[in-house]
């Protein structure tokens, strides 16, 4: 694809020309001259005329085999948005095909945001929704965003740190699900250079002086293929690649690789006619240079989601050079290339099981996850994990391949099979063995999930900060606002005096009002208990409204402050104030000590109930032990520094949470660990570790840390664990 700053309608009308494809040339006329006409005067910060971008946005969009009404939108998208047209004369003058595809493209003006972030989330969702039912939409967006960013150096800094980043996380993630891979590499090698232009410049630096040398090296490669393969396979077409810069980026500066550890910076691209020569080529391949251990990937038995197909495998050159060899056909080769745009381009996509309609579905199913979602920055989000480009192939038990964003978990993967078989899990196997709830999975592994058929199980809302993908974190939320309205309530409650807490925030009625004006109407809240449930299932995230709430206070505070030196100003010298009483911190109030730093040791693991004391520690705050802590010397006045051990007791009511170890010694038996597992998720605990082994006498030992509110609710955790066949006692570690 062209790199240039801006193109004429001339060449605009050659790219067509030598497309070879019909383009309803009136209408492409009629809306060249509407739109030079409607932005006469306008400058862009280049200081070339406006019309300069659009021209360029419609050549992308020839360059991508984009049909007539797409050029029309890329001439016209900024028409609406910029000039005195309305999306009414758009249609009136063209159709209301083109309106719909402007008006997807189009942001949204004129409405109150109370961030930057906000409105940008809104502008994307908007846009979401316009693709799902026109995918033209994107790509002109796509167009769009490109020229852009090829002309970026013209912005202020900032502005082109932040137009960089978006492209990056926002852009560059739905051209490479749309499978529009120059599109993809383009926009983040362009986003690079600004966000981090010396690594940019040292690989393109490095890039650049290995030029010739990689050339040659890539040409010798393709004649030695090319010698074997094409008396054996007909119609063979060879050509040669290298790794994009943002690709050697994340390897080198991410992973901690050097550029001789990036094994596919070099490639080499065979192009056949059938599926069958793919194979046959990759065994020519293989016979003819030393394949690499683990370095073999099946992209034709199993497609990416965006629908790319190929084979891939790294091999070693005669000189002991890395390099990959991407084997396809031709169809597969359009799509890898154009994606979704191949539809229009070569006529794909339609005449396999796999429609138009199919591809589309993640849009829908985003939008679909968003729709509950009180904060419209959670599609931005989504975006970032959903469609990261790395991602894993995990199968299920009977064989069906399921795609998740690198570092999701099983979590992620029950809630992508289905709802259902998220809410009632409590444990999974990867490859026959048990794991922890939070483990990652990794490509090509069989998970089974491990279900209960518990009425009213559901999910822990410690998962919300676990899983990866969104689809998984809104179904969660959504079952916790369906079936826990009073938990929520209580949990919201909670979270919000514990948050004011750590902040020295006084919860007074008139910061619950002001709650109520600023946050809770916004989020569809009537009443407190409202607010509070959304708190509870995670509908409002504290960490988002706290600065906000934070800033009130502290005015709300000043004024206060202000209003009363005024007063003692005019009035008589006021009697000395007593001291404060001491306050808690983490739920502990140490004597002598006021607001400390409070850290629970790890060698006896205190519980609110527990008979506790406090070590002055240096430089990190008190430490709290259990008073019968082995590490807590019987009589303090015997110790080395008396004077560091300090009385300490828990605060009134505590609502923090606790991690607390268990050991549980029962009869050896199989299903012993499952069925401790499942207690223990049914009571909606989230767990740390979970470990077992066998002793001598035959029977089993097994160690569980969990999280607990206090020792009342870690004695009824004993006391059911204790119920479990076989278990002969269950004590704390």
């Not at 790794?243 to 050097?258: T, V, Y």
């Not at 073999?296 to 084979?311: A, C, E, G, R, V």
């Not at 822990?460 to 899983?467: F, G, Y």
């Not at 995230?541 to 206060?560: C, D, G, S, T, V």
Request: hydrophobic content about 40%; aromatic content about 6%.
């Amino acid at each position: 694809m062209a790199v240039k700053h801006g193109q004429s309608y001339e060449e605009l009308l050659e790219l067509i020309k030598n497309s070879g494809r019909e383009f309803n040339m009136e209408m492409i006329q009629k809306a060249y001259e509407l739109a030079d006409g409607a932005h006469k005067g306008q400058m862009r910060l280049s200081g070339e005329p406006y019309i300069i971008h659009p021209l360029a946005v419609a050549c992308i969009l020839v360059e991508l085999g984009m049909d007539s009404e797409s050029v029309v939108g890329g001439l016209l998208h900024d028409v609406v948005e910029d000039t005195d047209y309305t999306l009414e004369d758009i249609r009136k003058m063209f159709n209301q095909e083109v309106a719909n595809l402007i008006d997807g493209v189009t942001k949204l003006g004129k409405i109150p945001y109370s961030s930057r972030e906000e409105q940008q989330a809104e502008n994307i969702r908007k846009m979401l929704i316009a693709m799902s039912e026109d995918i033209r939409v994107i790509i002109i967006k796509l167009a769009d965003r490109l020229h852009n960013m090829r002309t970026l150096e013209f912005k202020p800094p900032q502005k082109q740190r932040d137009t960089a980043l978006e492209s990056m996380e926002v852009y560059a993630p739905i051209a490479h699900r749309l499978g529009i891979r120059a599109v993809k590499e383009e926009l983040e090698d362009l986003s690079l250079r600004y966000l981090d232009p010396v690594a940019y410049r040292e690989i393109e630096d490095t890039l650049a002086m290995q030029s010739k040398d990689r050339i040659a090296f890539i040409e010798r490669t393709k004649d030695e293929i090319r010698q074997r393969v094409s008396d054996i396979i007909p119609n063979v077409y060879l050509e040669g690649r290298v790794k994009s810069i943002n690709g050697i980026f994340r390897k080198m500066f991410i992973q901690g690789k050097s550029m001789e550890e990036i094994y596919d910076v070099y490639a080499v691209r065979v192009i056949v006619d059938t599926v069958t020569d793919c194979y046959n080529v990759l065994g020519l391949i293989h016979d003819m240079f030393q394949p690499i251990p683990n370095r073999f990937k099946d992209y034709i038995s199993t497609p990416k989601p965006n629908m790319y197909q190929s084979l891939h495998t790294t091999v070693l050159s005669k000189d002991g050079i890395p390099f990959e060899v991407q084997i396809r056909t031709w169809e597969m080769h359009y799509t890898a290339e154009y994606g979704i745009a191949a539809h229009w381009k070569y006529k794909l996509g339609m005449t396999r099981s796999t429609s138009l309609d199919e591809r589309l579905v993640w849009i829908r199913q985003m939008l679909e996850n968003q729709k509950d979602s009180e904060d419209a920055t959670d599609i931005v989000r989504a975006i970032k994990s959903d469609l990261a480009p790395e991602e894993v192939f995990v199968f299920t038990p009977k064989g069906q391949v399921i795609s998740l964003p690198a570092g999701s978990t099983v979590i992620d993967f029950a809630y992508a099979i289905h709802s259902a078989v998220g809410n009632r899990m409590i444990g999974a196997k990867v490859d026959k063995r048990i794991v922890p709830i939070d483990y990652k999975v990794k490509t090509g592994e069989i998970i089974e999930i491990l279900t209960t058929k518990e009425v009213g199980h559901g999910p822990s809302r410690d998962w919300l900060k676990i899983v990866k993908t969104s689809e998984a974190r809104n179904k969660i939320r959504q079952w916790f606002k369906k079936e826990r309205r009073e938990e929520n309530i209580v949990e919201g409650r909670s979270e919000l005096e514990r948050e004011f807490r750590r902040n020295n925030i006084e919860l007074t009625d008139e910061l619950l009002q002001s709650l109520m004006d600023t946050v809770g109407k916004r989020n569809s809240c009537n009443t407190l208990d409202d607010l509070y449930a959304a708190i509870g299932y995670g509908g409002i995230q504290l960490w988002k409204i706290m600065p906000r709430i934070r800033e009130e206070h502290n005015k709300a505070k000043k004024a206060a402050q202000q209003a009363q030196e005024a007063s003692q100003q005019t009035a008589q010298p006021q009697p000395q104030q007593l001291p404060k009483a001491k306050t808690a911190a983490g739920g502990v109030l140490v004597e002598g000590v006021d607001n400390c730093l409070i850290k629970f040791s790890k060698c006896c693991n205190p519980l609110p109930g527990d008979d506790i004391i406090g070590f002055i520690t240096r430089g990190f705050g008190v430490s709290i032990h259990k008073r019968n802590c082995t590490n807590v010397p019987a009589r303090i006045e015997d110790a080395a520094e008396p004077e560091r051990w300090v009385r300490a007791y828990w605060a009134g009511e505590v609502r923090e949470k606790f991690q607390s170890t268990l050991e549980i010694l029962a009869d050896d038996r199989s299903g012993l660990l499952v069925d401790v597992t499942q207690q223990l998720f049914a009571m909606h605990l989230f767990i740390h570790s979970l470990n077992s082994r066998e002793l001598k006498d035959g029977s089993a030992m097994i160690s569980a840390t969990f999280t607990v509110n206090g020792l009342d609710h870690l004695q009824s955790v004993m006391d059911r664990l204790k119920g479990v066949q076989g278990v002969r006692s269950v004590k704390r570690a």
